[in-house]
């Protein structure tokens, strides 16, 4: 994990021979969607366990069948909410979950509308209340523009003051995380790589890509489907 000098509380994983070689895959146009989801639930289960070193941890006492000893669990591992942001933080919540087994989760929907204004309609929100002593990680593998998750973080913020509030993704882009960071100084963001730049569609370079259609595959516009007449 390194720190980006460029900011504060700004971390990737380019230091990890593994996270890379994932993100490899992911970037690759050949790989479908079902090694790229799989490759998102492992990102999202590796990411979570490099953030457990971050956490607070709490000396215990452990019997092992021949003796008493010391051991540690990891407090904060307990206390953590994950806010999902459709669709593609599916799989990467999936993997998050795996090492953060106690959270409570939120669902959001955002869809962000056509350059040059890149609006973000929030159609769905499900957040349970945020305790004092709560992580909150929300998961957007694509870290763009920074309008999605700045509208997620603003409504987040709703739901409670926790002690952490930690953004984790697959890849941003300089200029997300500088308007991520302008709005909210004290988010942490873990993404495995920043990239270079955004290109003028708002997608990242040299990127991966649209996450939730690699994810799922293409939308259909319900504008091109048949009309469908009910009989009664
Ligand atoms: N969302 C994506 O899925 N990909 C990008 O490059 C930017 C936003």
């Not at 994950?82 to 869809?111: C, D, N, Q, Y």
Request: aromatic fraction near 6%; proline fraction near 6%; avoid cysteine.
């Amino acid at each position: 994990m390194i720190e980006d000098k460029r900011w504060e509380k700004v971390y990737s994983f380019e230091d990890s021979p593994f996270i890379m070689e994932i993100l490899t895959q992911l970037r690759d146009k050949n790989t479908g969607s079902i090694a790229f989801r799989k490759g998102l639930v492992k990102l999202g289960r590796y990411m979570a366990y490099e953030i457990t070193k971050t956490m607070e941890t709490e000396t215990v006492k452990v019997e092992t069948p021949l003796e008493e000893t010391e051991g540690i669990i990891v407090k904060d591992r307990r206390n953590v909410v994950i806010v999902t942001v459709l669709r593609a933080a599916i799989p990467l919540m999936e993997g998050l979950i795996k090492v953060f087994e106690h959270a409570r989760v939120g669902i959001v929907s955002a869809v962000r509308g056509k350059a040059p204004k890149f609006e973000i309609e929030m159609d769905y929100v499900k957040i349970p209340q945020i305790k004092p002593e709560d992580t909150v990680i929300v998961a957007d593998p694509m870290i763009a523009t920074g309008s999605t998750l700045t509208k997620v973080l603003e409504e987040v913020k709703k739901y409670g003051e926790p002690k952490r509030t930690i953004v984790v993704g697959v890849l941003a882009a300089p200029e997300g995380i500088t308007k991520i960071k302008s709005k909210f100084p004290d988010v942490e963001i873990f993404v495995a790589k920043i990239d270079r730049e955004l290109d003028d569609k708002g997608y990242i370079l040299p990127g991966l890509g649209d996450a939730g259609d690699r994810a799922f595959g293409e939308p259909l516009k319900l504008t091109t489907l048949p009309q469908v007449h009910y009989i009664e």
